[in-house]
């Protein structure tokens, strides 16, 4: 049981390391390339290889914590609460993310229609950096635990 917990501490700290640098990565590439075809590329696979599946694990583990400790966590503990806030916030931006990127390229495919590149660019770049801020909050929650 103890080693189970243990691969599941690190499994969920890997997959937060997975989310944070896909988000991160991402992020850098709409901001520096604004919504460049050839460097998209790169923000697909940040997004869609990294982040998300970074994701799907941290929820994954999260809850398999939760259950082997009957949820005693969650009793009294109110940054636990803000932190599945944070993470339902965490999969919205992502979805922002991942959906502006299909416009994107579906509007690049059908020719270049620079309103649509921009906007999806803003969408992109909102989300991202939004998403950033709850990951950072969540880790600040995690070492601070104020409520």
């Not at 460049?36 to 994701?55: N, R, T």
């Not at 932190?83 to 992502?94: A, G, N, S």
């Not at 390229?105 to 989300?127: F, H």
Request: net charge positive.
């Amino acid at each position: 049981m103890m080693l189970s917990m243990q691969l599941l501490k690190s499994l969920h700290v890997f997959g937060m390391a997975m989310t944070i640098g896909g988000f991160l990565t991402s992020y850098i590439i709409t901001k520096r390339y604004q919504g460049d075809e050839g460097a998209d590329q790169g923000a697909f696979v940040a997004s869609h290889l990294v982040a998300a599946p970074g994701l799907v694990l941290v929820i994954l583990t999260g809850f398999v914590q939760s259950f082997f400790h009957r949820f005693a966590e969650f009793k009294g503990a109110g940054y636990m609460h803000a932190k599945l806030l944070l993470v339902v916030l965490t999969v919205v931006f992502l979805a922002m993310d991942i959906r502006a990127q299909g416009v994107l390229r579906r509007s690049i495919g059908k020719g270049n229609n620079d309103a649509v590149r921009e906007q999806c660019v803003k969408t992109r770049t909102l989300a991202g950096g939004l998403g950033l801020l709850a990951l950072v909050l969540i880790v600040l929650l995690i070492e601070i635990r104020p409520f």
